[in-house]
């Protein structure tokens, strides 16, 4: 397990695709109402926090109308705005965020990110701000996989450097085919490429919803918490908690995560 992350994190790579330049805007507002790149009535006075993420994961972080919105970046405009800053979304490869934060080039990493050991030994956590479980996918009827169990013999789609990747490169026997999105590995399965996919259990719901023929395995699964990561000793790190406190204390985080899931 040590050797993949150590693997993941030296194949990390510079920042792809769209950057997108967003303004702190209310923190209270609904679905997307936070993440407008032409946002100028920001207030933030302490200069930019680039934050690093993957948006390929709804509803944490996902484009639409060519811009990042989602839970986390909703959330991360909230903080951005209580501290003063504005606030920058790099979009990048998942296996690429936290290099990006340890190397300076992101202030933050947000990305529906879980908190593992072998990544506090790269970055810092902030306090976590969500719950999820690694779920199974499979199609609908398959008795290929019907539980965990079956997966170590599976062939198992994953998105690469994700802890469902993690988890099951622990499996001897499986054929574990890596993607660069959650929804390629989705789309493999919908094409019999593999027999099952591990992702988490929000994105995998939007996956399902918009693909059709496919179900969630109802076995509990691993658990996890999301944080946000920073680099090893920035007082960001602190500055984050208080204002994600507040958030939590107020009810905004609450109110950002029912704009973004309904059921
Ligand atoms: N929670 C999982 C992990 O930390 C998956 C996160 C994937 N996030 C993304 N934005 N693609 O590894």
Not at 47 to 58: D, I, K, R, V, W
Not at 97 to 109: E, L, N, P
Not at 119 to 130: L, M, N
Not at 137 to 153: C, M, Q
Request: hydrophobic letters at 40%.
């Amino acid at each position: 397990m040590k050797k993949i992350l150590a693997v993941i994190l030296a194949a990390a790579v510079v920042c792809t695709s769209a950057m997108m330049l967003a303004g702190c805007g209310g923190s209270n507002a609904g679905k997307g109402d936070s993440g407008n790149a032409d946002n100028s009535g920001n207030s933030a006075s302490k200069g930019e926090l680039h934050m690093a993420t993957n948006a390929e994961f709804p509803p944490y972080e996902y484009m639409e109308n060519k811009k990042i919105i989602g839970i986390d970046a909703d959330i991360a405009h909230a903080i951005c705005d209580k501290l003063g800053y504005t606030l920058v979304i790099d979009n990048m490869k998942f296996d690429a965020i936290i290099a990006a934060v340890t190397s300076g080039k992101a202030d933050f990493g947000m990305a529906g990110m879980t908190v593992t050991e072998e990544r506090k030994k790269e970055v810092d956590f902030t306090d976590t701000y969500a719950k999820t479980t690694q779920v199974i996918i499979v199609k609908e009827g398959s008795d290929k996989v019907k539980n965990a169990d079956d997966l170590e013999k599976a062939s198992i789609g994953v998105q690469m450097g994700t802890t469902g990747d993690i988890f099951v490169s622990d499996f001897k026997d499986a054929k574990i085919q890596r993607f660069g999105k959650g929804a390629e590995a989705v789309e493999a399965l919908s094409t019999g490429k593999v027999d099952a996919v591990v992702i988490d259990s929000e994105p995998a719901k939007e996956f399902v919803k918009a693909k059709g023929g496919l179900t969630i395995l109802s076995d509990p699964f691993v658990e996890e918490q999301y944080a946000i990561c920073v680099k090893k000793g920035s007082k960001l790190t602190e500055e984050i908690n208080g204002a994600l406190k507040e958030l939590k204390d107020d009810g905004t985080v609450d109110k950002i995560v029912k704009a973004y899931i309904t059921d």
